[in-house]
């Protein structure tokens, strides 16, 4: 009996080519080239993006602040574009004072002063009718350039008050507006 071996062609043989493999390869690096480039990107832009979202969250936490003030607010005592002192009523022991009252204490009325100015907002707390004390800046990282408050229908009687902050764009090209409004609820109750 006699073998025969059979002579293998090179179309029965399955596989790639050393071509094949270097364009496969090379096709590999680019694309993993242009994951890499991308990945890079987001990983710089990551603590500006971060930043930026941090200055907004404070300014919409300030800005609730503020406007939950002045809905709980008397009277406007005085008002500009760049600042706004009301009476209200706060959950301090004393005006200024840092204890808190007691949750079955009446609230104490103050006179309240935001004024912004620069790249700051800041707020002063004392007994009524006066407007110094201590300041303590409630926020900083301002762009307005212009007003900060607006009053309707005007300023030396106002019934509602417009809070404007600008926070700067981490790009570079503007800022960011947040804005929110309220009207003084106690007023109408002739505290």
């Known amino acids: 009996m006699k ?5 293998s062609s090179l179309a029965d043989e399955s596989g790639l ?6 364009v496969a390869m090379t096709l590999g ?3 993993m080239g242009g994951v890499l480039i991308l990945l890079i990107g987001a990983m710089r832009s990551q603590p500006r993006l971060e930043k930026q979202s941090t200055n907004i969250q404070t300014a919409r936490f300030v800005l609730e602040r503020l406007t939950r003030e002045i809905r709980n607010g008397i009277v406007v005592d005085k008002a500009t574009a760049s600042s ?4 209200t009523y706060v959950r301090h022991a004393t005006c200024g004072g840092s204890a808190m009252s007691a949750s079955t204490a009446a609230a104490t009325k103050c006179e309240v002063t935001y004024s912004c100015s620069g790249s700051s907002c800041s707020r002063i707390e004392s007994i009524p009718g006066t407007y110094t004390g ?3 800046t409630v926020f900083s990282g301002l762009n ?3 007003s900060v408050f607006s009053y309707k229908p005007n300023s030396t009687s106002p019934t509602y008050i417009e809070v404007t902050l600008k926070v700067p764009d981490s790009t570079g090209s503007g800022s960011l507006t947040v ?13």
């Open 3 to 7: 073998r025969r071996w059979k002579s």
């Open 144 to 146: 307005n350039s212009a």
């Open 29 to 31: 690096v680019v694309v």
């Open 134 to 136: 201590t300041s303590v």
């Open 17 to 22: 080519t050393l071509a094949e493999m270097l």
């Open 84 to 87: 706004v002192s009301f009476q």
């Open 179 to 191: 804005s929110d409004g309220a009207s003084m609820r106690n007023a109408t109750l002739s505290y």
